[in-house]
Nanobody
Framework: QVQLVESGGGVVQAGGSLRLSCAASVRTFSGYALGWFRQAPGEEREIVAAISWTGGSTYYVDSVKGRFTISRDNAKNTVYLQMNNLRPEDTAVYYC?????????????????WGQGTQVTVSS
């Protein structure tokens, strides 16, 4: 069983930055592919970014490319999402997810473990 706990959400003005963290309680963190998803009110959950277990491969949805960076520290069992130049349309609850896999995993249905989510609100 893997428990994921997100932190770092909050309220920020457009153009600002936030750094989300997700700490995992797992013995071998490096064996897991990780992802960040978000869900806005009335919208479906969507992939934001994903990272392979080595950190060597990443994926970003087009709307965040050049603004968000996903990274991981396997020694700290933590995955990060650095979000720069935030826009009001980035407002959502952000979730981290994990699945035991080697490569990048994009489909939400493939993930086995989810955090409780952290709210990000970007004001215009």
């Amino acid at each position: 069983q893997v428990q994921l706990v997100e932190s770092g959400g909050g309220v920020v003005q457009a153009g600002g930055s936030l750094r989300l963290s997700c700490a995992a309680s797992v013995r071998t963190f490096s064996g897991y592919a990780l992802g960040w998803f978000r869900q806005a009110p009335g919208e479906e959950r969507e992939i934001v970014a994903a990272i392979s277990w080595t950190g060597g491969s990443t994926y970003y949805v087009d709307s965040v490319k050049g603004r968000f960076t996903i990274s991981r520290d396997n020694a700290k069992n933590t995955v990060y999402l650095q979000m720069n130049n935030l826009r009001p349309e980035d407002t959502a609850v952000y979730y981290c997810a994990a699945v035991k896999a080697g490569g990048v995993v994009v489909a939400s249905g493939a993930y086995d473990y989810w955090g409780q989510g952290t709210q990000v609100t970007v004001s215009s």
